[in-house]
Structures are given as structure tokens and as C-alpha cells.
């Protein structure tokens, strides 16, 4: 396990040397952040969860830099997979018992039920998707922590990454894009944008979400230009990036818009930042800004909804019946709140500081 542990450590000091792009991760987790809190503030960053096609490009770049010399060189796809299990499952738990202790916070007050609790936390503690209806009116893959369903996704890209290793050359990375990008599409407009995988009515969209942007990463790593770009590049990368996901498009136009995005846009933001260097005051922004964002991605759904359940609906925000924070143990669309809180045996008079969400969350890094 130490020698786990200091491999960790070495992948992220390997990673560090791409600041500007630690830059534009912790400007997405963030976004990610906002987006589920928006309530609390007023207002919404519409397309931030395209943040996590952005995590996914910039894990293939990422990785690919850091493993694809040492599993040329004799790294196992087990030990590889070890590694990422040690890099990602410490704070998995962590949101995962945050989660299940605010269901259960929630049972003594009365206000939810212990019904697929015991089923959900076994699945959950596995780090595998909880099975549809185990959780009664609850459909996300994680209910104890509903962004987890991207790292469940990134953890099967890994696997398929070490795996092919051998054979993933130009050729093979370019039909896997391809079989991702087809995918893309059909999520886009099966679902009517690119905000798909969390949950079983939509889990298909997650498939070509991450093969397509994770293994076009590993392709601008492994032909990465070489641009000198400074720090005025690097910053507007970032407020690029933000201006991205901040912008709220018609729906009818959101399909196009999202693959546009991720298919197009993404890549040329993350090649040109991957190649500059944002000099030494940013640098240390960008490093503590990266340094922050799988933190802030895996524990900001429980931590939230511990604050909103403390935070009477009197206090919030005039737009909080429209917030994307909602109670795992009974979430729902807006014209099925009552009933699925009715099925669980909670009087709705007395889920003032818990209710009145709506089901309608993103996900994200790591």
C-alpha cells in the first residue's frame, strides 16, 4: 500500500507540469459547485455540466502523460488500476458516508425512511452503481453521492485504457472516438443535451461521454504541439472555459450546442492550455485551484445538503424551488415531490428545511 501511495504521489507531481490545465479543472469543479448550490446565490451556470466531458479530456491527457511510459515499461494493469482505486476511493468514501449519515440524520428527525438504505450502502461502499428501485424513488447510480456516477465511469475508462495499452495506437484511438462520438450525438438528442449518465432513465449517455473525450486526451497528449503560449493565454483559457459553461442556450439548440462544445471547443481549449505556461503568480493559483477540485467535486453534494437542511426555505434564495440539491431518499420531479415523500411515510408539513427540490443535478472530476 506505501508503495501505492508514493506512486500517487508521483503521478501528481507529473501532472502538476500541466498547471494551466489544473487551472481549468478547478474552474470546473467549481462551476460544478455553483451549479448545485445556484439557490443559494441567485443565479445558474446553465452549461456547467459539460464540466465533466471537460474532466474526462483532461484525465486521457493527464494519464496518458504520467502511465503511458511506465506501462511501456512494465506497469500491470493491475497495479495500474490499484493506483487509481488509491488516488480516487479515500474521498469517494468520505462523500459516501457524509451522504448516508444525512439519510440517516434525516430517519431520526423523522423526516425519511430506512427502506433500500442497508442495500444502497453495500453497493455504494463498493463503489458499483446501486440498482435501479433499491432506493425506493430514487433513480441515480450513487443516491449517497450523485456525482460519484462520473468516477464510476472514469474508473471503467482506466480499465479499458490499461487493458488496450497494448494495442492503442492512432488507428485504435481514432475508432474509439469515432464509436464515442456516435454515441455523443445520440445522447444529445435522446436526452435533449449531453446532461446524461447520473442516473437509470439516462445512465446509456455516460458510455460516450467518457470514451470519447477520455481517449481524445490521450491523444492531444501523445501529439501535443509544441506552443509557446504564456500566462495571457493561459488566463483566457480559463475565462473561456467559464464563459462556456456559464452560457444558457434555447433548448432546442442545446443538443447542437453541447456537441459542439464538447467535440470541438474542449480539445482546442485543453491543447493550447496544456502547452503554456502561466508563469509563476498564476502558476500558484492554477496549482491550488487544481489541487482543490477533486475535493471539492467529491464531497460538495452531502456537504450541501447538510447546509440546505440547516438553512430554512424562508432563507434561501427566491429561486431556491428550482435548486438542484436534493435529499437522496426522496427526490423526484416537481409534480411528484409530494407523493414520493408520501410513499415514504414523511408528513410533507414537516420536511420544510429537506423538500421542495427538484431532481435536476450534474456531476463531475476528480
Known amino acids: ?37 445556484h439557490d443559494l446565490y441567485g443565479f445558474k451556470l446553465s452549461s456547467s455540466y459539460l464540466a465533466v466531458d471537460f474532466f474526462f479530456l483532461l484525465s486521457g491527457l493527464v494519464i496518458s502523460q504520467a502511465y503511458d511510459r511506465r506501462l511501456e515499461t512494465g506497469l500491470s494493469p493491475q497495479r495500474f488500476i490499484a493506483m487509481r482505486l488509491v488516488r480516487l476511493y479515500p474521498l469517494y468514501l468520505l462523500g459516501t458516508l457524509l451522504g448516508a449519515l444525512f439519510v440517516l440524520a434525516n430517519f431520526m428527525l423523522g423526516k425519511a425512511s430506512l427502506e433500500g438504505f442497508g442495500a444502497t450502502l453495500f453497493f455504494s461502499l463498493l463503489f458499483i452503481p446501486t440498482p435501479q428501485n433499491t432506493l425506493p424513488g430514487n433513480l441515480d447510480i450513487f443516491p449517497f453521492l450523485y456525482p460519484a456516477w ?108 453541447d456537441v459542439a462544445v464538447t467535440i470541438l471547443v474542449f480539445p482546442v481549449i485543453a491543447t493550447v492550455a496544456a502547452t503554456c505556461d502561466p508563469g509563476p503568480r498564476l502558476r500558484n493559483l492554477f496549482l491550488f485551484l487544481g489541487g482543490l477540485s477533486y475535493a471539492v467535486y467529491a464531497l460538495h453534494a452531502p456537504l450541501l445538503w447538510w ?40 408528513s410533507p408539513a414537516k420536511t420544510e428545511y429537506f423538500s421542495d427540490f427538484r431532481y435536476d443535478f450534474i456531476h463531475s472530476p476528480h
Open 307 to 346: 447546509t440546505m437542511g440547516a438553512v430554512p426555505m424562508r432563507c434561501r434564495w427566491p429561486t431556491s424551488k428550482n435548486s438542484a440539491i436534493a435529499m437522496p431518499c426522496h427526490k423526484g420531479s416537481n409534480h411528484r415531490d409530494h407523493r414520493i415523500v408520501a410513499s415514504h411515510g414523511i
Open 150 to 257: 462520473s468516477l464510476f465511469f472514469e474508473l471503467v475508462v482506466n480499465i479499458l485504457y490499461a487493458l488496450l495499452f497494448p494495442i492503442l495506437r492512432v488507428p485504435v484511438l481514432l475508432a474509439i472516438m469515432a464509436g464515442g462520438a456516435v454515441l455523443v450525438l445520440w445522447s444529445a438528442y435522446q436526452f435533449g443535451s449531453l446532461n446524461s449518465g447520473f442516473n437509470w432513465s439516462n445512465f446509456s449517455g455516460g458510455f460516450g461521454r467518457v470514451a470519447f473525450s477520455f481517449f481524445l486526451g490521450v491523444l492531444i497528449q501523445r501529439w501535443r504541439f509544441k506552443w509557446p503560449g504564456g500566462s495571457a493565454l493561459a488566463l483566457c483559457s480559463a475565462v473561456l472555459l467559464f464563459a462556456i459553461l456559464a452560457i444558457d442556450v434555447p433548448a432546442a439548440m442545446r443538443p447542437v450546442y
Open 1 to 37: 500500500m506505501d508503495n501505492l501511495v508514493a506512486a500517487d504521489a508521483v503521478e501528481k507531481r507529473q501532472a502538476s507540469r500541466l498547471s494551466a490545465l489544473d487551472g481549468l479543472r478547478g474552474v470546473a469543479a467549481l462551476a460544478v459547485l455553483q451549479y448545485h448550490a
